[in-house]
């Protein structure tokens, strides 16, 4: 991948995450169960921590 493309997945990533977040935390004021999203949220964060190494390196 190049530098751009990686850039442009990261910044898909974060799009997405911050949209998931706001549904967790929508679901988790109604009562309902978030442990999927969470999960979800949590391989993002992998996957955006990885991005990040390719970028510098």
Known sequence: MT???IQR???ELKSDYVRLQ???EKLTFVGGNGAQTEKVL???EIELREL???LEA
Do not use: F, W
Request: net charge negative; no cysteine.
């Open 42 to 44: 949590e391989s993002m």
């Open 3 to 5: 530098k751009e493309e």
């Open 22 to 24: 706001a549904d967790l």
């Open 9 to 11: 997945k990261i910044e």
């Open 52 to 54: 990040r190494r390719m």
